[in-house]
Antibody
Framework: EVQLVESGGTVVQPGGSLRLLCAASGFTFDDYAMHWVRQRPGKGLEWVSL????????YYAASVKGRFTISRDNSRNSLYLQMNSLRPEDTALYFC?????????????WGQGTLVTVSS | QSALTQPPSASGSPGQSVTISCTGTSSDVGGYKYVSWYQQYPGKAPKLLIY???KRPSGVPDRFSGSKSGNTASLTVSGLQADDEADYYC?????????FGTGTKVTVL
């Protein structure tokens, strides 16, 4: 069974930094691209970033480009999101998601999320 | 990349059908065959219902179906059941990014 467990969310001041972790199990981690998706309180889903299976390809949403960095350690079955220059609008529940079925342009498994609050 | 447009709410009685639209542009929904749909209960993670416009993952009932015409995709839930009451989101690949819909809250009357 696929399991994705996010951690690292906490309260951080504007301008601060945070690193999120997603621990994966139940599948061959280095066969799949991985994503981060966020959901602001009471709002909809927003795709944040994609990292290819080998770390060679990264995509970012315009709202986080230049501030967030996605990375992975396939030896540890782990996905990371380094978040710098945090803003109040980055407050959200951050999900990691496994690249999906068919041609892969979907999110077929999700973690439960980790909450990041940016506030002074 | 702007969010795809969904109606904020939809409703139906048990046994009826409800269809949710998802409107984008030629740069996302209209340009690729990679529309997916997700169901989310309050406080829970989203669950994949439909991928590649009209394919269902194993375990998803055939009451859920997807389609696309031009820049608009649709999700139909047939034979509505009480536990279909949830939020539904579409998503589309958009080249070097992904975009989600604004979300639709489905109420079973």
């Amino acid at each position: 069974e696929v399991q994705l467990v996010e951690s690292g969310g906490t309260v951080v001041q504007p301008g601060g930094s945070l690193r999120l972790l997603c621990a994966a199990s139940g599948f061959t981690f280095d066969d799949y691209a991985m994503h981060w998706v966020r959901q602001r309180p009471g709002k909809g889903l927003e795709w944040v970033s994609l990292l290819s299976w080998d770390g060679g390809v990264t995509y970012y949403a315009a709202s986080v480009k230049g501030r967030f960095t996605i990375s992975r350690d396939n030896s540890r079955n782990s996905l990371y999101l380094q978040m710098n220059s945090l803003r109040p609008e980055d407050t959200a529940l951050y999900f990691c998601a496994k690249n999906g079925l068919g041609d892969g342009y979907n999110f077929d498994s999700w973690g439960q999320g980790t909450l990041v609050t940016v506030s002074s | 990349q702007s969010a795809l447009t969904q109606p904020p709410s939809a409703s139906g009685s048990p046994g009826q059908s409800v269809t949710i639209s998802c409107t984008g542009t030629s740069s996302d929904v209209g340009g690729y065959k990679y529309v997916s749909w997700y169901q989310q209960y309050p406080g829970k993670a989203p669950k994949l219902l439909i991928y590649d416009v009209n394919k269902r993952p194993s375990g998803v009932p055939d009451r859920f179906s997807g389609s696309k015409s031009g820049n608009t995709a649709s999700l139909t839930v047939s034979g509505l059941q009480a536990d279909d009451e949830a939020d539904y989101y579409c998503s589309s690949y958009a080249g070097t990014s992904y975009v989600f819909g604004t979300g639709t809250k489905v109420t079973v009357l």
